[in-house]
């Protein structure tokens, strides 16, 4: 069920950055975190990163020091800021929000695709 709207993403080389955004196409309540996942072709879909609304943060171990998620607690607004990109981090990215009574919304997906 998709009720968030995600923007950034593209095509990029080696070591440039992107930022992807995420944000619920419709009001959403007591969201208790947010956060991404990517999905590369023929590979199960994997957590990148997440942050609850008092900024505790989680990331894969593979992107830490590279990449930064960040919170808009007043807009409900996720962002992942990706930096030193490589092209093993090329995936569909998916952002997601987590609700206190345990429901969870998606965005529609975004290609990121970082040429060597």
């Known amino acids: 069920q998709e009720r968030l709207v995600q923007s950034g993403g593209g095509l990029v080389q080696a070591g440039g950055s992107l930022r992807l955004s995420c944000a619920p196409s419709?009001?959403?309540?007591?969201?208790?975190?947010m956060g991404w996942y990517r999905q590369a072709p023929g590979k199960q879909r994997e957590l990148v990163a997440t942050?609850?609304?008092?900024?505790?943060?989680n990331y894969k171990e593979s992107i830490q020091g590279r990449f930064t998620i960040s919170i808009d607690n007043a807009k409900n607004t996720v962002y992942l800021q990706m930096n030193s990109l490589k092209p093993e981090d090329t995936a569909v990215y998916y952002c997601?929000?987590?609700?206190?009574?345990?429901?969870?919304?998606w965005g529609q997906g975004t290609q990121v695709t970082v040429s060597s």
């Open positions: 997601h929000t987590d609700t206190t009574w345990g429901q969870r919304y």
């Open positions: 419709r009001s959403i309540f007591s969201i208790n975190a």
């Open positions: 942050i609850t609304r008092d900024g505790s943060t």
